[in-house]
């Protein structure tokens, strides 16, 4: 991935965790320390991911994925948005569900080699719905983690945090899912805009898009 390529959005994202982190060391507080170099390494995964695997990614959704967790674990955690405000955790296991949803959808149509007609569309989006609400289960495990080793409070009331965050993922992975759903019906419903960017931007991916819609032909 080429600098170009990488969105202000991460690069402030970047300058901030750098910034808390010196600030950190310096007063002596390694839990933030520990959560900042994490922000830091989750945001450039998808830069690293993008040249292992020579993927290209829209800028808007790279962009989210920095912002989120930038939310998620400095916001959240160093600054306590998550007891501050009572909604935090919740819109933000929304919006991740929604981005898996998304990122479920693309992965199964991947292993199709992009072809629209190799399983029913509401199967394929069954799979997204099923892999998106699999992450946000995950992370319910990684929040218990970071309780149990490190003392945070990420789960905040036990049980009924956990139920909620699941009921959130749930609803966002619906969300995800669906709109990959109806860009296979040939609607843009939701985020089905996304989608299509992406399989734009991979278009030797999809090889089987390609060969149907002419994507990617030489004039």
């Known amino acids: 991935m080429r600098r170009s390529d990488i969105p202000h959005a991460t690069r402030v994202v970047w300058f901030v965790l750098a910034g808390a982190s010196v600030f950190a060391v310096l007063s002596g ?3 933030n320390v520990f959560v900042i170099v994490t922000a830091f390494f989750l945001t450039l995964l998808p830069t690293v991911f993008s040249d292992r695997f020579q993927i290209q990614f829209p800028m808007a959704f790279l962009a989210a994925i920095s912002l989120f967790v930038f939310a998620t674990l ?3 955690e160093v600054f306590d948005f998550y007891n501050r405000f009572w909604w935090w955790d919740i819109l ?18 991947f292993l199709f080699e992009g072809d629209r007609y ?18 946000g289960t995950l992370w319910e495990i990684f929040e218990f983690g970071m309780d149990q080793i490190f003392g945070l409070n990420m789960q905040k009331s036990g049980l009924s945090d956990t139920m909620t965050d699941l009921m959130v993922d ?5 969300t995800g899912a669906i709109s990959g759903f109806f860009w296979l ?6 985020f089905s805009g996304m989608i299509d960017e992406f399989i734009t ?3 030797d991916m999809f ?6 819609t002419g994507m990617g032909r030489k004039e």
């Not at 919006?95 to 998304?102: T, V």
């Not at 190799?118 to 992450?135: D, E, G, H, R, T």
């Not at 019906?185 to 939701?190: A, F, I």
């Not at 090889?207 to 149907?212: D, G, L, N, P, T």
């Open 92 to 109: 933000l296991h929304g919006i991740s569900a929604i981005g898996f949803g998304i990122i479920g959808f693309l992965f199964i149509f």
């Open 207 to 212: 090889s089987k898009v390609r060969e149907r």
């Open 74 to 76: 400095f916001l959240g």
């Open 170 to 174: 749930g609803l966002g992975a619906f």
């Open 118 to 135: 190799a399983a029913p569309p509401w199967a394929l989006a069954l799979i997204a719905f099923v892999f998106a609400l699999s992450i």
């Open 201 to 203: 931007l991979n278009r």
């Open 29 to 31: 507080h390694w839990s």
């Open 185 to 190: 019906k040939g609607r843009q419903v939701g």
